[in-house]
């Protein structure tokens, strides 16, 4: 069954500081995983994309990486800003499937 | 452009009634999912279109869960006879459908049943 993981379940920082979210999955074949950021009350916005050739990619602050190998995935975020407060979901798709897998987020709270 | 519009944002409705939820997906975007996401839980997947294939219906909790797709436009997910369980908010994405697209959501309609 094809599962994502993700951990902490919730943290909190204090803004200027760095964080690093994980993300464990067993969706099989792979294709792609992507992170998406939920704002409160909003619906999820792509952050960045991963396909298997891929270990590292940055998008500003935040910087994705991915090891194929462990099935694992992070996304750090560099210089946290009150704005970055939200909840983060690891989603992966499979190559058999138009029917992504999603985590059930880390919810980031990013205090001044 | 104009992106994913769901309506209402805001659905309050008494335990036994009927609710439909509406979305208009970006236009050219050919597949389009529905979400139900609880209090704090994750995205729980409802159902898929793609075009004018048959729809994915797996997510579907039960049978008084439905939706239709007319081509390419607009959705409408109904829940008949809702149930306090049914209180969540609905989102719905939709996507150019090939293969490394990200899916676009709307903001959700938020159900609450009494």
């Known amino acids: 069954k094809n599962q994502v993981e993700q951990s902490p379940q919730s943290l909190i920082i204090l803004e200027g500081k760095n964080c690093t979210l994980q993300c464990n999955y067993t969706v099989s074949p792979f294709s792609n995983l992507r992170w998406y950021k939920q704002d409160t009350g909003r619906g999820p916005v792509s952050l960045t994309i991963?396909?298997?050739?891929?270990n590292t990619k940055s998008n500003g602050r935040y910087t994705a990486t991915l090891d194929a190998d462990t099935k694992q995935s992070s996304l750090h975020i560099t210089a946290s800003q009150l704005s970055d407060s939200a909840s983060y979901i690891c989603v992966v798709s499979s190559g058999g499937s138009y029917i992504p897998t999603f985590g059930r987020g880390t919810s980031l709270i990013v205090h001044p | 452009g104009a992106g994913v519009s769901q309506s209402p944002s805001n659905k309050v409705t008494e335990k036994g009634k009927d609710v439909e939820l509406r979305c208009d997906p970006i236009?050219?975007?050919?597949?389009l999912y529905w979400y139900r996401q609880r209090l704090g839980q994750g995205l729980e997947f409802l159902i898929y279109f793609q075009g004018n294939s048959a729809p994915d219906k797996s997510g579907l909790p039960s049978d008084r869960f439905s939706a239709e797709r007319t081509g390419e436009s607009v959705s409408t997910l109904t829940i008949q006879r809702t149930q306090q369980e049914d209180s969540a908010v609905y989102l719905c994405?939709?996507?150019?459908?090939?293969?490394?697209?990200?899916?676009?959501f709307g903001n959700g309609t938020r159900l609450t049943v009494t």
């Open positions: 991963m396909t298997f050739s891929e």
């Open positions: 994405a939709s996507s150019l459908a090939e293969g490394l697209k990200p899916l676009h």
């Open positions: 236009s050219g975007h050919t597949a």
